[in-house]
């Protein structure tokens, strides 16, 4: 079948205003984007359970103890078939104040932390050494709510603890790989292409990338973990292969007009790039209903990201790199 070129036009230029409008939408949506507690601090419960046990029901036991930040999943293993629910939260609103001004104010932060210590504080403690006890002492406390609750031995429920400066270094981190990784990437491209417009046009397109997955993230509630940012990670790997790709054959190669060599480097690219997405949308299907939630976040990120590459590379990218092209042989 016999496809029209979308570049032999004299209107390629205004495809560009696609890609605007996704930015533009992902930029309202950023402000729901949530943050894991691998990179805001927090405390993770994990159960396995036999019995039927709604996140309504789950959620309403556990109002009591007043959490902020409180996410509730549940997970079935596909092979054993054995259920577990993950239940993450941040604290209660006076221990994370008394958390933070553990240094700037340790009278009040002793203060607020003394009610969840069970009696346990003495006077000769630090504020550092009381805030620990009271979320270790709280933690505790909805663990044993969280068995009574399920019917499991206390020694069911694991719990994994990040504090809040543990979970800063984390997300400090993870924000200078993600700088490097774009420095990095721009070094190259400029070494590979010599020339500021087609450089600027690959970076701008995995710049989008990431930033059309942050706005899928937060419209569906996926928060950004380290596995997350590593998918982050694994996506600019794709989308700058895609827009090498479609940019060398637009300046590089010297048979037919610009406008033909990116639509055959589109045809070649969307083929890659429609492959991909099939297998990460079974993915996605196969992890969301067998609840394994890592695996789905991880997969739901790449999908974005995969879905933001067609019109960051062929109405962006491409766009520009053909402009640029076209320009030179004037």
Not at 21 to 30: E, K, S, T, W, Y
Not at 111 to 116: S, T, V
Not at 214 to 233: H, Q, R
């Amino acid at each position: 079948m016999h496809l029209p070129n979308i570049y032999a036009t004299p209107y390629y230029k205004f495809y560009v205003i696609i890609s605007i409008a996704l930015a533009i939408a992902a930029f309202l949506a950023l402000p729901g984007l949530k943050y894991g507690i691998d990179l805001n601090g927090g405390t993770q419960l994990m159960a396995t359970i036999d019995s039927s046990v709604s996140e309504a029901e789950l959620g309403a036991s556990l109002a009591k103890y007043s959490l902020d930040d409180l996410s509730i999943r549940f997970s079935e293993n596909p092979l054993t078939g054995r259920k577990g629910v993950i239940i993450e939260f941040a604290g209660t609103p006076d221990l994370i104040e008394a958390d933070a001004i553990t240094e700037s104010n340790p009278g009040r932060a002793i203060a607020l932390a003394r009610p969840y210590t069970r009696g346990n504080a003495s006077a000769a403690m630090t504020a550092r050494e009381v805030v620990e006890l009271a979320k270790a002492d709280f933690t505790k406390e909805v663990q044993n709510g969280l068995a009574s609750f399920l019917g499991v031995p206390e020694e069911q429920i694991g719990s994994v603890e990040i504090g809040a400066s543990l979970g800063r270094e984390f997300w400090e981190t993870s924000q200078r790989a993600l700088l490097v990784a774009f420095f990095l990437i721009a070094a190259i491209v400029f070494i590979i292409f010599r020339e500021v417009v087609p450089s600027i046009a690959v970076i701008q397109a995995a710049v989008f990338d990431v930033f059309i997955a942050l706005g899928g993230m937060a419209v569906f509630g996926i928060p950004l973990t380290l596995p997350t940012i590593a998918a982050l990670l694994m996506m600019l790997g794709h989308s700058v292969d895609t827009d090498i790709l479609i940019t060398d054959r637009i300046l590089k190669r010297k048979q037919g007009t610009p406008a033909e060599r990116a639509f055959g480097a589109m045809k070649t690219g969307v083929t890659m790039t429609g492959t991909l997405l099939i297998v990460l949308v079974v993915l996605v299907v196969f992890s969301h209903f067998n609840q394994m939630t890592t695996l789905f976040q991880i997969a739901a990120v790449l999908m974005f990201g995969m879905l933001a590459d067609l019109p960051s590379t062929y109405f962006t990218n491409s766009v520009l790199v053909q402009w640029w092209a076209e320009r030179k042989q004037k």
